[in-house]
């Protein structure tokens, strides 16, 4: 029985090193200028690592000390908190797999058209309300959306200085652009377009090591289960071969 209790020991201390790599995903996603403007799903997958990290501590203790009412608590509760996180990855991969994004002709970069991401993505981001704020959001940490359409044939001046299109007919956005330093592109559908695959790289990087994250977890909590069987099955025993049973 000692040695099962160990091994669920040593089990729940693994299990607490994986809540590290999900807790910093979580962080970086949030640290990331433009999920700090949208504001979506930041802080989900933060909240879920220190939930593992507190499980994890409360398995270790109980399979250290062998509080047999602990350890079911812990298998219980690290269940719940696995399948929340798979239903975070299978959402963000679900939201995040259309791409948006197109080569641009004769040019070694790609832009974005809105009508290539997710409905869901456009419809929480771009369509909603909350576009106002995230413009003002964007326009205050000079994130990105400073740049018309190449269609568009505007002129470089600088990064936020554009002139002399040749070619207006070209994308509504065209239109739109101003060299006003809060207005540039922020209304533009090339800027929202642009948001949603900045939001979808990040996510996409962040999924890649929740994903290696989980899948040791789910390892981790089956062989705990099978240890925590086991080490019942060994009392179990015990006391029946001392006439207790």
């Given at each position: 029985m ?11 201390l693994?299990?607490?090193l994986?809540s ?29 690592g220190v ?11 109980g ?11 812990y ?40 009508e290539?991401f ?20 964007l ?13 568009c ?36 559908n ?6 949603l ?12 090591i ?16 099978s240890a925590?069987r ?14 207790w049973?």
């Open positions: 000692a040695l099962a209790n160990n091994l669920t020991a040593i089990l729940n693994l299990a607490l994986c590290i790599p999900i807790t910093a995903s979580g962080i970086w996603l949030a640290s990331k200028p433009d999920n700090e403007c949208v504001n979506l799903l930041r802080w989900p997958v933060v909240v879920l939930l593992i990290l507190l499980v994890s501590a409360c398995g270790f203790i399979a250290y000390q062998y509080k047999e009412t602990l350890l079911a608590v298998l219980c509760c690290m269940a719940i908190l696995i399948g929340l996180l798979l239903v975070v990855l299978i959402f963000a991969f679900v939201v995040t797999r259309p791409d948006g994004s197109y080569q641009v002709p004769a040019r070694g970069y790609k832009e974005y058209r809105l290539g997710s409905n869901w993505l456009r419809e929480n981001v771009v369509d909603s309300k909350k576009w106002g704020k995230i413009r003002a959001c326009a205050d940490t000079n994130s990105g959306c400073c740049k018309p359409p190449t269609a044939g505007y002129n470089f001046v600088n990064p936020t200085l554009w002139q002399n299109p040749t070619n207006m007919a070209a994308d509504a956005d065209c239109y739109l652009w101003n060299n006003d330093q809060s207005q540039l592109c922020y209304n533009c090339s800027c929202k377009a642009g948001l695959g900045n939001l979808r790289k990040d996510w996409r990087k962040a999924n890649l929740l994903i290696i994250t989980v899948v040791v977890l789910i390892c981790v909590y089956v062989i705990a289960c925590f086991n080490a019942q099955t060994e009392d179990l025993f015990r006391k029946y071969k001392q006439g049973v």
